[in-house]
């Protein structure tokens, strides 16, 4: 079970892996043994996750997702594949722990008159500078 709230909780059941030769270091055994491991999460028919962290979690990380709605990750930063199966996991309880948060609503504000005073002064300046670079009788 990967818990990323007490009442947010994914079995492991959900996730499918599938593991594949890794680069990076390793030596020999970089030739040998199946190291990166590859997490594939069915997010979008995924009955433990409350639908709006799951629209949230869809908005915030499509680059990792199929057009069905699966989300795909990876990790071959490590020479175990234990410990590279973990490295997603946490991606993964990372991710839907951002989703989480409900982002807050922007309130609506006027700029000053003293900012607006400040930007009309600021483009009176930034003209008389170029004015002032014109060959004279060009006005």
Known sequence: MLEI????????????WSYARSGGP?????NKVA???VLRW????????PDDVKARFIVQNQGKLTTEGMFITSSERTRSQLRNKQDCLDLVAALLLAATKVPRRRKKTRPSRASKERR??????????????REPGQE
Do not use: C
């Open 5 to 16: 709230t007490p009442h947010l909780r994914v079995p492991l059941e959900e996730f499918e």
């Open 42 to 49: 069915d997010v979008t028919h995924s009955p433990n996750v």
């Open 120 to 133: 009309l002064q600021a483009k009176k300046q930034r003209s008389s500078t170029k004015a002032r670079r």
């Open 35 to 37: 190291t990166k491991a």
């Open 26 to 30: 390793g030596g020999q055994n970089v």
